[in-house]
């Protein structure tokens, strides 16, 4: 789909890259040439992970443990990767924290542990790392990884939905405010793409899962490849001009959820014959 040499040499931090979504797209970015930092809370999880993936794509994976929720660690974080690289060009923030539940079921840590991941993590990084290219004099690029209720909210996910939309007010705002340092702000909204920590958390039982295929019109799930293909190329030179956007990529269902008559899909075609009866003006 992309010439080999799509990302070559560009040094990429994927936050959360040892697993789900955050390793998929860090898969494809070393088979397009790019070179990896991961980071997440558990180092042999990410030591495992960048051995795998080395020996799968090739390339060169490193490795930082770093909780994002703390800003210190953050700093020291960046810091490791740019010493060791030399530089950093692009950071994807992958890395969230999510579980359903009853809103006034959650204690203030539950609400702490969500909002602390997702938005402070998400700030801390891009402040930390967007500090360094400024000082530096260069441009580069961070890659939001938010869904589609960042804008429609939903309930029993309260906390996360608060904390995607806030990462993506971020998004937009630095977007304007940092492009005259050369640093270009985007996000990707995914729909369901199956991934362990997702589904544990947020469809724990068969019928939950299928509750989510339900809602979307392609009757499908998302494929990791399609979610690593869209953000290589938004990562990509060639996509130098698109600034402070927001990519949807869920088979289309958030808007099956916004048209009133979208469930009108599962009606079975005699059921549209008589319908059509019922409705059409006589003689018409
Ligand atoms: C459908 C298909 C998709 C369809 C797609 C739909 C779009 C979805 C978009 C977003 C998707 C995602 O983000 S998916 C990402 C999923 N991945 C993850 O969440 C990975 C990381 N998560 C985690 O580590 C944990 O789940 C998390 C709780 C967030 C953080 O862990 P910590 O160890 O820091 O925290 P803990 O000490 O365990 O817990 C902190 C407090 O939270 C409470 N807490 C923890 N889990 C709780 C729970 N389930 N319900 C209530 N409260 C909970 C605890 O009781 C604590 O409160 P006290 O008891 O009061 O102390
Ligand atoms: N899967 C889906 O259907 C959808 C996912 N998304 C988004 O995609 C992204 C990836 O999710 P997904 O791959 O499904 O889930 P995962 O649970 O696999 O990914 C979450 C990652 O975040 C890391 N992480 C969690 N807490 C912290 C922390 N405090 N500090 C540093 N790293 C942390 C985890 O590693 P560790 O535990 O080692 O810290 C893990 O690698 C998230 O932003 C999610 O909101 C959006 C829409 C739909």
């Not at 040892?18 to 042999?44: C, Y």
């Not at 790392?129 to 260069?138: F, N, P, S, V, Y």
């Not at 304007?176 to 270009?184: K, L, Q």
């Amino acid at each position: 789909m992309f010439r080999s040499d799509l990302l070559k040499d560009k040094v990429i931090i994927i936050t959360g890259g040892g697993s789900g979504l955050g390793r998929s797209m860090g898969e494809r970015f070393l088979e397009l040439g790019a070179k990896l930092a991961i980071t997440s809370r558990n180092a042999e999880k990410l030591t495992n992970a960048a051995n795998e993936m080395m020996a799968e794509k090739g390339g060169e994976v490193f490795t930082v443990s770093c909780d994002v929720r703390d800003p210190e660690a953050v700093e020291q974080m960046i810091d490791s990767v740019w010493n060791h690289f030399g530089t950093v060009d692009i950071l994807v923030n992958n890395a969230a924290g999510n579980f359903i539940s009853p809103t006034e079921k959650l204690s203030h840590r539950a609400v702490d542990a969500v909002l602390g991941i997702v938005l402070h993590g998400t700030f801390y990084c891009t402040l930390a790392l967007g500090k360094k290219w400024i000082e530096a004099g260069r441009g580069g690029q961070c890659l939001n990884i938010v869904t589609t209720y960042a804008w429609t909210g939903s309930g029993f996910v309260v906390p996360s939905a608060a904390a995607k939309a806030g990462v993506l007010g971020m998004t937009r705002s630095l977007a304007v405010e940092w492009a005259r340092y050369g640093i270009r702000m985007n996000a990707i909204a995914p729909g369901p793409f199956p991934t362990q920590g997702a589904w544990e958390r947020l469809a724990p039982t068969p019928e939950l899962a299928e509750q989510a295929l339900n809602r979307v019109p392609l009757r499908r799930v998302g494929e990791h490849s399609e979610l690593a293909n869209l953000a290589a190329y938004m990562l990509a030179d060639e996509a130098g001009y698109i600034n402070g956007e927001c990519i949807t990529i869920d088979g289309g269902e958030w808007l099956y959820g916004a048209g009133q008559f979208s469930g009108l899909d599962r009606l079975p075609n005699e059921m549209w014959d008589m319908l059509s009866k019922m409705t059409k003006k006589s003689g018409s």
